[in-house]
């Protein structure tokens, strides 16, 4: 049974594979979207920053940034906290 149940889920994984092969665009071929043409035509007027990723990065996305930020320094802690007793 396991076996059975093992070679749907592989066929399964396996068409979702083939499938997302298929649909996915041409390498290098850009997307477009109307958020880009907004980015590029106010990042500067808004934000005030000269570059474009670093307004969209810092002020459009400050928050997720932020969260970003707090997961890395967690991570980083809890390493941290997880070496301090190990001792040569």
Excluded: C, H, W
Aim: proline residues 1%; hydrophobic residues 50%.
């Amino acid at each position: 049974m396991k076996k059975i149940i093992f070679g749907i889920a592989f066929i399964i994984f396996f068409s979702f594979l083939i499938v997302s092969a298929i649909n996915m665009r041409t390498f290098g071929e850009p997307t477009y979207s109307e958020m880009d043409d907004y980015f590029i035509e106010n990042a500067q007027s808004e934000t005030g920053a000269n570059n474009v990723v670093t307004s969209v990065v810092f002020d459009y996305r400050g928050f997720d940034t932020l969260g970003e930020a707090t997961v890395l320094f967690t991570a980083v802690v809890g390493v941290v906290a997880l070496f301090r007793g190990v001792k040569k």
